[in-house]
């Protein structure tokens, strides 16, 4: 998944009561953690419903100009 330092599947353990409900099946969708505006605090419980669906893409990277009280650098 996206993020994890090593490349062996863990087994997710859930740190918070949202993440005990995905896990245990009581919540079907991310519509219904939505529905009654629970914060989302673990990564994993996006992956649980999104899994192979989400990706990675970086569009472009430009360079930026830093502005200071004596101009542009």
């Known amino acids: 998944t996206?993020?994890?330092?090593?490349?062996?599947?863990?087994e997710w353990v859930p740190v918070t009561k949202l993440g005990r409900l995905v896990r245990e099946g009581k919540i079907r969708s991310l519509e219904e953690i939505y529905l009654y505006s629970l914060p989302i605090k673990e990564f994993e419980v996006i992956d649980f419903f999104l899994g192979r669906a989400?990706?990675?893409?970086?569009?472009?990277?430009?360079p930026?100009?830093?502005?200071?009280r004596a101009g542009q650098r």
Do not use: H, P
């Open 64 to 68: 930026v100009q830093k502005q200071t």
């Open 54 to 62: 989400l990706k990675d893409e970086v569009l472009k990277i430009m």
């Open 2 to 10: 996206r993020g994890d330092k090593d490349s062996n599947q863990k």
